[in-house]
Every structure is written in structure tokens, then in C-alpha cells.
């Protein structure tokens, strides 16, 4: 027979949502850092485009100016040294105000044309590490701000746990 007062082990079930919610949040975590390390590694590659790679003249053809930033792009195009035509989708920044039929020079990997940059305009990897870096923001403040509060509920929980255990051995509370 066992007393009242027995603390019966329970193993708290991880339902199949609850797995699943966990998962999600765990892959949102990674979500920032990655696309940080992804946009990083694009505009050092852009950089090394534009350090060894062949530059050759390019003519703006078109020029998209929106007010969302991410849809300001301009299409270049240029001549390959095999004198095949390319072109390019650039990415555009809001202080700068490409004109159609202007000349740029552009970046491009003698082995593979298709892969171009154009001096003086920005890379696609600088969006990706921007939303990287806003959503490891908000999700890292967010996981430290339930942090702080799980180690400040643990806190009250032990404070609570010694007053008992006070009044249990005295009768008296004790403070």
C-alpha cells in the first residue's frame, strides 16, 4: 500500500502536434542564420566576380523601378569575348537611378557568361542576408525572452517549493 504522499513519477507525452509544432519551430530558428550565410556567400562570390572575372561593356535595356524593394531591378545587357549576346538581372538600390540605354560595365566568368555582375550595383545576396538578419532577430529575441521567463517562473517555483517545506517542518512560516 502506498501513502498519500508518494510523488508518482509521470512521463509528460509529446503529442504528434506537439512534435510537429517543435519541428516547425526549430526550422523557422535556423531560417535566418541560413539565409545570412547564403547571402553572404553570393555577394563574396559577386566580389570575386568583379575582382578575376572578365569586364566587358553593357548597355541598360530595361529598368523596373518599383516601390517595393526587392522588384527594383534593371536587365543589362552585354557581349560575350566569344561574341555571343547575355544579359542580366541586376538587383537595384533605392538611392541609385539606372537610365535605359546606359553604359555599365559588367563582371561576367569567361567560363560561364551567364553568371554576370554589374560594377557599382548591388548584389542579390545583400536582400538575403537583410531578411536573414531581421528574422534572426525577432525569432533569437523572442527564444531569450521565453527564456528569461521559463528561468524567472523556475525562480518563483523553487521560492514557493522552500516556503512550503518551512511551514511543513515548523508549522510556522518563516521568512
Same mark, same amino acid.
Given at each position: 500500500?502506498?501513502?498519500? =504522499? ?18 516547425? #519551430?526549430?526550422?523557422? $530558428? ?9 547571402? !553572404?556567400?553570393?555577394? =563574396?562570390?559577386?566580389? *570575386?566576380?568583379?575582382? #578575376?572575372?572578365? @569586364?566587358? %561593356? +553593357? !548597355?541598360? #535595356? /530595361? ?15 552585354? @557581349? ?17 537611378? %539606372?537610365?535605359?540605354?546606359? /553604359? ?8 560561364? %557568361?551567364?553568371?554576370? !555582375? ?16 531581421? $528574422? #534572426?532577430?525577432?525569432? +533569437? ?12 517562473? &523556475?525562480?518563483? *517555483? ?5 516556503? @512550503?517545506? =518551512?511551514?511543513?517542518?515548523?508549522? &510556522?512560516?518563516?521568512?
Amino acid at each position: 500500500m502506498t501513502s498519500p =504522499n508518494v510523488t508518482v513519477n509521470r512521463k509528460s507525452k509529446l503529442k504528434p502536434w506537439g512534435m510537429g509544432s517543435l519541428v516547425v #519551430t526549430a526550422l523557422v $530558428l535556423c531560417l535566418g542564420p541560413v539565409l545570412m550565410v547564403v547571402g !553572404t556567400l553570393q555577394i =563574396n562570390a559577386d566580389e *570575386d566576380l568583379v575582382r #578575376t572575372g572578365e @569586364q566587358v %561593356p +553593357g !548597355t541598360i #535595356t /530595361e529598368f523596373h523601378d518599383r516601390s517595393k524593394a526587392s522588384d527594383r531591378r534593371m536587365k543589362v545587357e552585354f @557581349q560575350s569575348s566569344g561574341g555571343s549576346l547575355h544579359y542580366e538581372w541586376i538587383a537595384v538600390d533605392y538611392e541609385q537611378h %539606372p537610365v535605359v540605354g546606359e /553604359e555599365v560595365t559588367v563582371a561576367y566568368r569567361e567560363s560561364d %557568361p551567364g553568371h554576370a !555582375t554589374v560594377l557599382g550595383y548591388e548584389s542579390d545576396g545583400v536582400f538575403l542576408r537583410g531578411v536573414g538578419t531581421v $528574422l #534572426t532577430c525577432i525569432f +533569437g529575441g523572442i527564444g531569450i525572452f521565453l527564456v528569461i521567463c521559463y528561468l524567472l517562473g &523556475v525562480r518563483q *517555483d523553487r521560492k514557493k517549493l522552500d516556503e @512550503q517545506r =518551512n511551514e511543513g517542518r515548523h508549522g &510556522v512560516r518563516l521568512k
